[in-house]
């Protein structure tokens, strides 16, 4: 299954909601093109919605990684929301856990930005 | 099997693979982790060891023996050695975009080893143990069975 993405925007936050594998090839360059298209729109605030995202590999994760410093680095933030209990576990076992700011509830996310 | 250093042969490996799995009596977790280590090998093979030259290919060999499942990927390249490899927990690599691959094959399988291949470059010799009460090899998938199979393919 390929990734799929579309963004929405909640006031000065945008929510990207995906959905598929974010993986070696078109998953991951989807997930590159979608955050750098958001920071050319000066969009700088992005909750990356993973609930229907079973699967990433270690390019998903680089490519998770490539983002969150791609957004930090124009003095944004990028924080993850509903992880799956896969995702979760390889995030924990990277130590990414620690790096990301991980949300269970999307108001809580979008709140953690005021 | 042989694979094109190509993109959609990670793919490919991670698919044969788990369907042998599945054969072999392996869980759902284990399939998951047999699957993403054979992505992390054949990711490794394409993007180091061919260093993504398609004139190069990508060897992928399956045995299973009455105990384990044993994958070899073999590239073509020049070859590494593990202790080469950066610490991908360590606090000055957490934020870098690669070089998880290894580590997450040693995360998930039983046994790990990187040794020097026929081809000279690297080989990738992984496995995980079956689980127990799974069918025994030694009927449908008889010892080396699947290699000879791929190898033939």
Known sequence: MSLHATHRDAGKVTVVDLSGRITLGDGSALLRKTIRGLLEDQRKMIVLNLADVDYIDSSGIGELVSGFTAVKNQSGDLKLLHLTKKVKDLLQITKLYTVFDVFTEESAALRSFN | ?153
């Open chain 2, 1 to 153: 099997m042989t694979l094109e250093t190509q993109v959609e042969s990670v793919n490919l490996a991670e698919e044969m693979c788990l369907r042998v799995a599945e054969a072999a009596g392996f869980g759902e977790d284990d399939c998951y982790r047999i699957g993403m280590s054979v992505r992390e090998g054949v990711i490794n093979a394409f993007h180091y060891g061919n260093e993504e030259r398609p004139e190069k290919k990508i060897y992928l060999a399956v045995d299973l023996t009455a105990e384990k499942m044993i994958i070899h990927v073999l590239d073509e390249g020049v070859g590494f050695k593990l202790i080469d490899v950066p610490d991908p927990l360590a606090e000055e690599n957490l934020l870098s975009t690669s070089g998880r691959g290894i580590f997450l094959m040693r995360a998930f399988m039983d046994e790990f080893d990187v040794v020097s291949g026929r081809t000279g470059g690297a080989e990738i010799v992984m496995s995980k143990k079956l689980p127990t009460g799974s069918e025994s090899p030694n009927g449908q998938w008889g010892r080396n069975a699947t290699r000879q199979q791929e190898e033939q393919g």
